[in-house]
């Protein structure tokens, strides 16, 4: 079985949702089509997708992204992180233009590294309330 809006299959790593149309989908994946979704247009409405959405790397960054536990926020970093170089170095050896997927990375690389920063900030607090 697969997520509807990614594409990969639905495993409990990504976690199941359902979403308007009670179609199963990765958790990450329905919150993300939520947030994305223009105001005044339903979460369900049909919308342009970029052709590297169903790589991966997008799925793991998104988990990332939505992750709210501060313990769990490092793993799911270095994961996208990851998959992105991966993903990178498979480009290299495919023909025609990615430039599109090499700034969406680019992008995504960029917004990590708040959340790194974020995460780094909230590290260091703890520390100064246990010691």
Known sequence: MTCRLCGLPLNSELGRAADEAENVVHRACHENQIIASP???SAGAPRIVSAHAAQRWVALYH????????????????????EMFDRVEELRDLSGSHDVEHQ?????????????NEQQQWAAQQARRAG
């Not at 536990?69 to 992180?81: I, N, S, T, Y």
């Open 104 to 116: 969406a990375i680019q992008d995504a690389l960029a917004n990590m590294r708040s959340l790194d």
């Open 39 to 41: 105001k005044g247009q």
């Open 63 to 82: 988990l990332a992204l939505v992750e709210l536990d501060r313990v769990r926020m490092p793993g799911r970093l270095h994961d996208a992180r990851h």
